[in-house]
């Protein structure tokens, strides 16, 4: 499975990446995490993407 990884790396003060919104942990993870572990952390950063631009509009 392809990283969602979009090549923006910056970390906010909750150690989430700004480009891709996983946690530093899910980021370091990813390589050895299982497929279903995988879609679970893009399903995990989709949501804290969407939370993410609502509350900045």
């Known amino acids: 499975m392809k990283t969602v990884c979009v090549g923006y790396c910056k970390l906010n003060n909750q150690n989430v990446c700004q480009g891709c919104y996983r946690t530093i942990t899910e980021i370091s993870l990813w390589p050895s995490a299982t497929a279903q572990q995988k879609q679970t952390i893009i399903r ?11 509350n900045n509009n």
């Open 44 to 54: 995990q950063s989709e949501l804290r993407k969407k939370q993410s631009l609502a």
